[in-house]
């Protein structure tokens, strides 16, 4: 059982920018459920991927973990031997708790928590990788250079799982936005705190379309890109080097 996110119930006469602080760290589980369509079912497939793409004696990462979701995911899923996890992110309150849950599990290969920043910590021997629903957190200029540092460190044969929330055409943004927020008010949140999470997160969240990311994964060093899930406006992709 998780804390309930109630941090935009109230009114605020300026909503912050979203940071991924300790107050958010604590309901997290609840905040990613219910306003992330699909989520679970991503989380569980990455680890379906991972097993299938996983290479012995490499390195499995997860990027920006938050809780450690897909790296719990992956370590329960691995049938390969001799094989490192390494889950990242740059909050220490996300890490913090991301290490209870890895404390109660003791099931799989070793698994590593690293407090730093994904686009400076150095990656090698990868086989695969999970970046599910942070590029859109990075700065877009810097989006390039980490998916080329990330193809550069995967070994042939290996794979990325790049989970995002998209932008599409105006036509299509209208449509898939209004059912996103159907979304939301169906599992509790209010028009208020679709309204402030939504301004929270306007200069912090940077979502691009499909054709953007397919070019870019490609630019970066992967030969072929696939989309294997979409729930409307959260797609994840499969980029295999
Ligand atoms: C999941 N993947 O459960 N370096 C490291 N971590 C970062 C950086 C950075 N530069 N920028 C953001 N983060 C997870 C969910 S949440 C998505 C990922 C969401 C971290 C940030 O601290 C947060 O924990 C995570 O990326 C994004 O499948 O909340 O929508």
């Keep these: 059982m998780t804390d309930r996110d109630d941090i935009y119930q109230t009114h605020l006469d300026k909503v912050p920018d979203f940071r991924f602080d300790t107050a958010v760290a ?11 369509p699909g989520y679970a079912e991503t989380v569980a497939m990455s680890g ?41 992110d740059n909050s220490q309150s996300m890490l913090e708790r991301a290490g209870h849950y890895l404390a109660l599990d003791d099931e799989g290969p070793e698994v590593d928590l690293v407090c730093a920043d994904i686009c400076n910590y150095p990656l090698e021997n990868a086989s695969v990788t999970a970046l ?29 799982i790049l989970s995002e929330k998209i932008a599409f055409d105006a036509d299509e943004q209208q449509i898939q936005d209004t059912l996103h927020h159907d979304f939301k008010r169906a599992n509790g949140y209010s028009d208020l705190e679709i309204a402030q999470k939504r301004s929270a997160i306007e200069n912090v969240l940077i979502p691009e379309t499909e ?31």
């Design 48 to 88: 379906i991927i991972a097993a299938r793409y996983a290479q012995a004696g490499t390195h499995l990462y997860d990027l920006g973990c938050s809780l450690g979701a897909v790296t719990l995911a992956m370590r329960h899923a691995l049938t390969t031997d001799d094989c490192r996890i390494i889950g990242i």
């Design 132 to 160: 599910n629903f942070v590029l859109q957190f990075i700065a877009p200029e810097q989006r390039l250079t980490l998916l080329s540092r990330i193809a550069a460190a995967t070994c042939d044969g290996g794979a990325l």
């Design 26 to 36: 604590r309901v997290f589980p609840d905040m990613i459920r219910r306003s992330v």
């Design 211 to 241: 054709d953007v990311h397919r070019e870019r994964l490609l630019a970066a060093g992967f030969s072929k890109v696939i989309r294997w899930y979409q729930c409307f406006n959260f797609v994840s992709y499969l980029a295999i080097k």
